[in-house]
């Protein structure tokens, strides 16, 4: 058995076409909102408002309180860019149990039937895991946008809402994951040894 309180998230976007032209002016591609290495450039959003836990049917989180990140030289200073790990993720809880009965035959056999029920309230198990939710998932991606640079000073333009592909689901109790030795559904093993 096992229960845990929620994880913490940052929610990011990725620039699709940052190549050689990065937000900020950084001139690096290895920039990265989570932590976790991720193959491409990720920003972390501006928080427009603070009900981000505002929850619809299966969306714990409210996307419409973030907006784009900055594309100016305030990239790493601007005050209402998103904390690190500021969204709470849901908690969970599991089950197993194992029943298992020895026969004695014999001096020198035994038999032993049984039965493992892994997550035996097939309960989901909704809290993403570090690869789903932090930057190699989509649980906490906002979605991504592209960069256009004004052609006659060289300069990033503001991010045009044309130029943005949200991710639908974010925040959104989709998966349920194994987590704790507890599987993701019901499993049930049955056993019968003998030893002679």
Do not use: Y
Request: aromatic content about 10%; proline content about 7%.
């Amino acid at each position: 058995m096992f229960a845990k309180s929620g994880t913490g998230f940052t929610p990011f976007w990725t620039c699709d076409d940052c190549g050689s032209v990065e937000p900020g002016n950084i001139g690096i591609t290895s920039l990265d909102a989570v932590g976790d290495f991720n193959a491409e450039p990720s920003f972390r959003p501006v928080v427009l408002s603070n009900n981000f836990n505002q929850k619809t049917g299966d969306q714990i989180w409210n996307p419409a309180a973030f907006g784009l990140p900055s594309v100016g030289p305030d990239v790493f200073t601007q005050a209402g860019v998103a904390k690190r790990n500021m969204l709470w993720g849901p908690g969970t809880w599991g089950v197993n149990l194992g029943l298992h009965k020895d026969f004695r035959f014999t001096d020198r056999v035994n038999a032993q039937l049984g039965a493992d029920v892994d997550n035996i309230f097939n309960h989901p198990l909704l809290s993403p895991n570090s690869d789903a939710g932090g930057g190699g998932g989509s649980f906490a991606w906002l979605g991504s946008f592209n960069v256009r640079v004004d052609q006659t000073t060289g300069r990033l333009l503001p991010l045009d809402p044309a130029d943005v592909t949200p991710n639908t689901d974010f925040g959104r109790l989709i998966s349920s994951f194994t987590q704790e030795g507890i599987d993701n559904r019901r499993t049930v093993r049955l056993r019968l040894r003998i030893t002679f």
